[in-house]
T-cell receptor, first 115, second 112 residues
Framework: SQTIHQWPATLVQPVGSPLSLECTVE??????LYWYRQAAGRGLQLLFY??????ISSEVPQNLSASRPQDRQFILSSKKLLLSDSGFYLCAWSVEAPGAVEKLFFGSGTQLSVL | RKEVEQDPGPFNVPEGATVAFNCTYS??????FFWYRQDCRKEPKLLMS???SGNEDGRFTAQLNRASQYISLLIRDSKLSDSATYLCAVRGYGGATNKLIFGTGTLLAVQP
């Protein structure tokens, strides 16, 4: 069965520090991968998605970047964190299959606090 | 207008009650619809897909109304454990990734 691992679970970082969040998926190949952010009291905002290795699409201009160095690995980074980067970051995956509804599954999330 | 809208609630209901949530979407070409459940400080978990003819999973019933562009979730015989935020999600048509757009969620609090 497929599983998704995301770490760390919580992170407290000072303003201006770098960030690296990692996500890996097991039990499937060539998944679509996503990074979402959920700010306090707000909905899920799609930040990046990837349909393959090295293929990254950004949804909103921001202080963050994403990379996909391997098929089942997705990394979210920042060179210098801002206070506004605080939030709950969620990695997610899906797989397209002919005739099937494509469903999205989330990792356990990282609660990032930038102070 | 937001792409996907939900009443944020909270919906406070007694145990055993029936409660219904609606979610409206703006893109008439949307193809796939889902309900997720999210507990506090946890990730959203897929509750059920929503099919054109409506579908049921135990105490949960999901329906789609394409003409009025909304989906609904009905929970019968509410349990304390049903307390959570319920997110609707809609996938549009077209684009390489068929991105899933989420509503902001409806908070349900089931009271003893």
């Amino acid at each position: 069965s497929q599983t998704i691992h995301q770490w760390p679970a919580t992170l407290v970082q000072p303003v201006g520090s770098p960030l690296s969040l990692e996500c890996t998926v097991e039990g499937t190949s060539n998944p679509n991968l996503y990074w979402y952010r959920q700010a306090a009291g707000r909905g899920l905002q799609l930040l990046f998605y990837s349909v393959g290795i090295g293929q990254i699409s950004s949804e909103v201009p921001q202080n963050l970047s994403a990379s996909r160095p391997q098929d089942r690995q997705f990394i979210l980074s920042s060179k210098k964190l801002l206070l506004s980067d605080s939030g709950f970051y969620l990695c997610a995956w899906s797989v397209e299959a002919p005739g099937a509804v494509e469903k999205l599954f989330f990792g356990s999330g990282t609660q990032l606090s930038v102070l | 207008r937001k792409e996907v809208e939900q009443d944020p609630g909270p919906f406070n209901v007694p145990e055993g009650a029936t409660v219904a949530f609606n979610c409206t979407y703006s893109n008439s070409a949307s193809q796939s619809f889902f309900w997720y459940r999210q507990d506090c400080r946890k990730e959203p978990k897929l509750l059920m897909s929503v099919y054109s003819s409506g579908n049921e999973d135990g105490r949960f019933t999901a329906q789609l109304n394409r003409a009025s562009q909304y989906i609904s979730l009905l929970i019968r015989d509410s349990k304390l454990s049903d307390s959570a935020t319920y997110l609707c999600a809609v996938r549009g048509y077209g684009g390489a990734t068929n991105k899933l757009i989420f509503g902001t969620g409806t908070l349900l609090a089931v009271q003893p």
